[in-house]
C-alpha cells in the first residue's frame, strides 16, 4: 500500500492550490488529508467516503477548501482556496480510520506529506 501526495507548495494569502493523494495497492472506504505546522500537532482537515457521497471538514478550513475523489484512479483532491498563512503546514493523506466510523482520527496508512507555505 502506497499513498503519494503532491501538490504543495509556495503561494500567496489569498492563492489557491490542489493537492493530490494517489493510492496504489487497494482502495479504500475512507481518506483523509491532515496537516501539521510547525511546532503543533497533527491535526484533522477533510475526510471523504469511497463514493464521494460523505465529506468530512474541520472547522478551520470549511468554506474554503473542498475534498474530493476519483474512485477510478484511486485518487484524493483537496482544494485549498482563500489560502492564510495560517494554512502553512506539511499535509498528509491518509487512508482508512482505524475506528470505521471516525474519520476525523486516527488511520492506518500514511502519505509521506506534501509542504504548502502561504506567505502574508
Known amino acids: 500500500v502506497q499513498l503519494q501526495a503532491s501538490g504543495g507548495g509556495l503561494v500567496q494569502a489569498g492563492g489557491s492550490l490542489r493537492l493530490s493523494c494517489a493510492a496504489s495497492?487497494?482502495?479504500?472506504?475512507?481518506m483523509g488529508w491532515f496537516r501539521q505546522a510547525p511546532g503543533k500537532e497533527r491535526e484533522f482537515v477533510a475526510a471523504i467516503s469511497w463514493g464521494g457521497h460523505t465529506t468530512y471538514l474541520s472547522d478551520s478550513v470549511k468554506g474554503r477548501f473542498a475534498i474530493s475523489r476519483d474512485s477510478a484512479k484511486n485518487t484524493v483532491y483537496l482544494q485549498m482556496n482563500s489560502l492564510k498563512p495560517e494554512d502553512t503546514a506539511v499535509y498528509f493523506c491518509?487512508?482508512?480510520?482505524?475506528?470505521?466510523?471516525?474519520?476525523?482520527?486516527?488511520?492506518?496508512?500514511w502519505g509521506q506529506g506534501t509542504l504548502v507555505t502561504v506567505s502574508s
Open positions: 495497492g487497494r482502495t479504500f472506504s475512507v
Open positions: 491518509a487512508a482508512d480510520p482505524v475506528v470505521r466510523d471516525s474519520p476525523r482520527a486516527e488511520y492506518k496508512y
